[in-house]
């Protein structure tokens, strides 16, 4: 069991309202990130869940008890934080242990746990080395293995792949979503990062200044963002988002249209540029235009065989059915064009 649910939950630090009220609810199983710029409120509110920062207001429910007032150590969470934060002095299955020695689980159990989700983990090979024996992503894995061992009825990531570079991230993500299909614990996840966002979870919760702007899956939030701040943030490259005439020609105040919308003809199109910077990255190639009468630079997506250069002249038209509309107030404009 790991369903939360957050009601009117609200977090001050003094006279300062960094989350105004907030509902949320976190199903058993699922596997939640919250994603949003830095001083979101994303590590608050995980900190507030965890029982690591005290609520200003509202209640936080687990498994439909009220917990808040409840000790971190009660809660029954396991949390894993950016840091590794092990002791350099024991063994792999020492640090794994730790929790559980500190909860006087018998030898026996802590034997089969540690064995266990160092199986999960990759770990068992390595559990009699030291930390300073270790890569970044084994030391993470460790830290992981000792939530793992407390069997929490939820898992809380605090940017855990944030100190790792980026061959190790992608490694670490992978492993923490096969570690997420084989548990079916409910994990909730915070990164800066919105790649991480879309490619682990089952529901993403975008915040912006403490607010939540938008909840949906990883292809909702894609293919119908909300307003103009998910539209920007969700998707990599980001979404182009064009106002004036552009915009107004099709009855907006600021269209978007992702990269992979928009054709490429040498000849003819609604829009006409000259190619700046070219990315080619193999199967794909990104290029930036700069085009008469628009204020924005566009970024396209095209095959990576495309004979495009630096200075070409090229005519771009935005697929109208992928088009995105906002109104003045940023606000998604539903009607069709």
């Known amino acids: 069991m790991g369903r939360i649910t957050l009601e009117n939950v609200t977090k001050r630090f003094g006279d300062v309202e960094v989350i105004p009220p907030l509902n949320l609810d976190i199903d058993d199983g699922e596997f939640v990130v919250f994603v949003g710029p830095s001083g979101c409120g994303k590590s608050t509110l995980l900190r507030l869940i965890a029982g690591l920062e005290d609520t200003s207001g509202g209640r936080i429910l687990i498994d439909g008890q009220d917990a808040t007032e409840t000790p971190p150590a009660k809660r029954g969470l396991a949390m894993v934080f950016q840091s590794y934060a092990l002791y350099p002095h024991m063994s792999v299955r020492k640090n794994i242990a730790f929790p559980m020695r500190m909860a006087s689980v018998p030898q026996d159990e ?104 938008q909840v949906g899956s990883p292809m909702e939030l894609y293919r119908a963002p909300k307003n103009l701040f998910v539209a920007g943030f969700i998707g990599s490259p980001k979404m182009n988002l064009l106002s004036g005439p552009a915009a107004a020609e099709y009855g907006a105040e600021t269209i978007g249209i992702r990269p992979e919308h928009i054709g490429v003809s040498a000849t003819t199109g609604t829009w006409q540029g000259r190619v700046g910077v070219s990315e080619h990255l193999g199967s794909d190639t990104f290029f930036y235009v700069e085009g008469t009468g628009l204020a924005e630079t566009i970024t396209v997506r095209a095959g990576g065989d495309i004979d495009l250069h630096h200075g070409d002249t090229v005519f771009l038209t935005p697929d109208t059915a992928q088009m995105h509309r906002f109104d003045a107030a940023g606000d998604r404009i539903a009607a069709p064009i």
């Open 110 to 213: 802590q034997d089969r746990r540690i064995e266990a989700a160092a199986k999960a983990l990759n770990l068992t090979d390595y559990l009699d080395r030291k930390p300073g024996q270790l890569s970044g992503g084994q030391r993470q894995r460790v830290a992981i293995g000792r939530a793992i061992v407390r069997e929490p009825s939820a898992f809380l990531f605090d940017e855990p792949l944030s100190n790792l570079d980026a061959a190790l991230r992608v490694g670490m993500r992978l492993e923490i979503s096969e570690l997420h299909n084989r548990l079916k614990t409910t994990m909730v996840y915070v990164t800066h990062d919105q790649v991480e966002a879309m490619t682990m979870a089952d529901k993403i919760v975008v915040l912006r200044a403490g607010h939540i702007e």
